[in-house]
């Protein structure tokens, strides 16, 4: 697993941590030399057996951890929370401090050295772990996180606490007994130890989770895999949904990939939103376990991760390709269930074109977790439609060959880019050498231009001459360019798949359909920076966009005025290039960037309000946001907010930028409750061509491929 950067859920903030400091403080635990310590990175268990004591009310830990080394040495070095104060217990040595090292949390570097070469040794340690919640991420994605504390809502510890003895790279094994407060109940990974009373995994992990506070369980066993739901007040309804569901998405990918690698899998109710996937547990917000589209969207990513990520583990080195396929194999795979595929691959590079500017673009070997929005639409984004065109190029069984290689030749190790090309070169007999060095390692995307169809009728058979260019500044892409071809006729279709090595090219298609129209990659099976004229106006563009007016009504009343312009203030802490304008002050609107029209009252209200209304009927009332492209100038989108009521005002600021993905979202009440979103119909662009005839009869019709695995 790449632990704390699981997928963010749809509508909720990004709540997983991946500072800048933990990622650092991973690197130097890479870079520290452990020359007593030949086998620290080459893979080989040590053991922790941990007695644990948790106080909440004081915020203590006390500690006893017998380490068993996979061989004897002479000296051991690790690291531990500054606030923990370790004395050796067993052999006799000598335990050096050697430096501290400072961050968001504070950790010491010790040396053990022993009177003889020893392959285990206990230590016991005590103190307090208590570091509050902060905000992290970039721009329109902040998120309350922590490395760790203990308190009377609860305990979270993980890797990044430092709350056990860590040396080097190698993976681990444990057994831990665990005391806690009467009510509370502790989770990590693994099985239960009798009466509740600690946990144990003995297969290879890469950290030690602890997670406890007055938690209610519920459990069932199907298939003996034991799921179990963890809440902090008792509601049998919501844990039956959650058990229930479990149990669906846990068939399915042992289905698809290959048996689950665990004895349980927990869902655990945080103290603050999160969205965390740990090997057999995932930890999720109060507020986001009670919204109803978490089963069925963002929680089945969460379970799968438990075949990448937790089972599966990212060797981040070569780029982190667990978070991209778990979102290809969990949430775009149910899309493509509900025939949606197109749509939600048609978002991924949406938001690369909302978020993704030439200065902020990296290569997919340089991901390593979410940082925002801009890390989220290259990391995931990108990758999963890396996994796509892989499945386009070998076709649906060879790809799950490829998957279940994976899976089966890597459980409980480190596996990189390098051994996902291994895999697939392996199960289809090919080189894709050009492939991924391609996707992996270039930055930007192709943009590719529908230059010219000439439609020539015969007897013997008809022809279609299409030329297609890339225009991206850089050298390029090989493609595999899907085209589609409608005709007159009922299921009058054809695919052709063009293979495109050169800036310009031309071919000539033999068909033997009547055609009516082609489109160029009309499902979005290419990774490519999207023409305007295919992307609906959506609320991202204004939210992604590295420089964006808001303009607010002069002559609204003194209250509105104060909470329109609290609203853009709010939102200038995570988008500095929101600039602040009022009505009176300019004579017309702005041409250069992407703007926000504020109020009803707004004096450029009304001209907006005219494209918006042809198409918003029915979006009326109550609090709305609305976008359009300006009719004038397809790459400005502008944006339409009016409210009548303040305190609805005061919430959207902070719910509106989670519905980046839609056109226009409608809201009700004071808090304010979503009632309606969506996105614009797109019914002609400029990557399509249609035969300038008339056409009677039935034409054949586009429709989506069938799913890589039904439910």
């Known amino acids: 697993m790449i632990p704390l950067i699981p997928k963010p859920y749809t509508d909720k903030p990004d709540t997983h941590d991946s500072s800048a400091f933990i990622k650092g403080v991973f690197m130097l ?100 772990i208590a570091h509050a919640l902060s905000q992290e991420g970039e721009r329109a994605s902040l998120r309350q996180t922590t490395p760790g504390t203990i308190s009377k809502k609860g305990v979270f510890l993980s ?7 860590q040396s ?17 109940r502790s989770v990590s990974q693994g099985r239960s130890l009798p009466n509740q009373t600690g946990w144990v995994e003995l297969q290879p992990q890469e950290e030690i989770y602890l997670v406890a506070a007055p938690y209610k369980r519920f459990q069932k066993n199907a298939s003996g895999i034991l799921t179990e739901v963890y809440l902090r007040e008792d509601n049998k309804p919501l844990a039956e949904r959650y ?71 990212t060797d981040s080195t070569s780029g982190n390709w667990s978070e991209g396929l778990t ?18 691959r048609r978002n991924s590079l949406q938001n690369y074109v909302s978020y993704v500017t030439k200065q902020d673009d990296f290569p997919l070997i340089e991901f390593r977790g979410n940082q925002g929005q801009i890390s989220q639409s290259i990391g995931y984004g990108k990758t999963l439609m890396l996994f796509h065109m892989l499945r386009k190029e070998l076709g649906d069984e060879l790809f799950i060959a490829g998957i279940r290689s994976l899976y089966k030749n890597y459980q409980f190790r480190r596996a990189g880019f390098n051994q996902i090309q291994e895999r697939f ?41 299409v030329s297609i260019e890339q225009t991206q500044p850089k050298a390029p892409f090989n493609l595999t360019v899907p085209l589609f071809i409608s005709g007159e006729g009922n299921n009058a279709t054809e695919w052709h798949t063009l293979d495109m090595t050169k800036r310009k090219q031309t071919w000539i298609i033999n068909t033997s359909l009547t055609p009516v129209s082609l489109a160029v990659d009309p499902l979005f099976d290419l990774f490519r920076r999207l023409d305007d004229s295919e992307i609906p106006s959506s609320l991202s563009q204004l ?133 309606k979103r969506g996105e614009w119909n797109i019914t002609d662009n400029a990557m399509s061509w249609t035969l300038n005839r008339n056409v009677s009869g039935v034409t054949g019709k586009l429709t989506e491929r069938p799913p890589l695995i039904t439910p």
Request: with cysteine; hydrophobic share 35%; glycine share 6%.
């Open 425 to 465: 070169e392996a199960v289809s007999n090919r080189s894709l050498e050009l492939f991924f060095n391609q996707w992996l390692k270039r930055t930007g995307a192709p943009t590719l231009k529908l230059v010219d169809v000439t439609y020539q009728p015969s007897t013997s058979g008809n022809k279609l001459t």
């Open 543 to 675: 939210f992604g966009a590295k420089k964006v007016f808001a303009i607010l009504p002069n002559t609204a009343t003194d209250s509105m005025k104060q909470a329109y312009q609290s609203l853009v203030t709010e939102w200038q802490q995570r988008q500095p290039g929101l600039t602040l304008l009022w009505d009176n002050e300019i004579t017309a609107l702005p041409k250069q960037a992407h703007t926000w029209i504020i109020g009803r009252s707004n004096r450029y209200a009304s001209e907006l309000l005219q494209h918006i209304d042809r198409r918003a009927t029915g979006l009326n009332g109550g609090t709305r946001a609305i976008t359009v492209r300006n009719p004038s100038q397809l790459n400005q989108t502008l944006g339409y907010i009016e409210s009548d009521s303040i305190e609805a005002i005061k919430g959207l600021s902070r719910k509106l930028p989670h519905y980046g993905k839609y056109s226009y979202a409608l809201f009700n009440g004071n808090e304010p409750s979503v009632t």
């Open 327 to 344: 979102t290809y194999l969990a949430d775009h795979l149910i899309k493509e269930q509900q025939g949606e595929g197109s749509n939600y």
């Open 168 to 184: 080097g790279s190698a993976l681990i094994s444990f057994s831990m007994q665990v005391t806690l407060p009467e009510g509370w």
């Open 159 to 165: 890797a990044s606490s430092f709350w056990y003895p």
């Open 29 to 128: 635990l890479l870079l520290l030399c452990y020359s007593s310590l030949p086998y620290a990175n080459a893979g080989f268990q040590t053991h922790h057996t941990l007695h644990v004591e948790i106080i909440p009310d004081s915020g203590q830990l006390i500690v006893t951890d017998r380490l068993k080394l996979p061989e004897a040495t002479h000296s051991f070095e690790f690291l531990l929370h500054a606030n923990l104060i370790p004395t050796l217990s067993k052999p006799e040595g000598r335990l050096t401090h050697i430096k501290t090292l400072s961050g968001r949390v504070p950790v010491n570097h010790y040396r053990l050295d022993f009177k003889s070469s020893a392959s285990a040794f206990t230590l016991n340690y005590k103190g307090q």
């Open 243 to 313: 058990l229930q569901a479990t149990d669906r998405y846990l068939s399915l990918y042992e289905r698809l990939i290959g048996p689950y690698p665990y004895s349980k899998f927990s869902l655990v109710e945080n103290f603050w939103e999160t969205g965390y996937g740990m090997p057999s547990f995932t930890l999720l917000g109060p507020r986001v376990i009670q919204l109803p589209f978490i089963i069925n969207t963002s929680y089945p990513h969460e379970i799968l991760h438990n075949w990448w990520g937790n089972g599966v583990y």
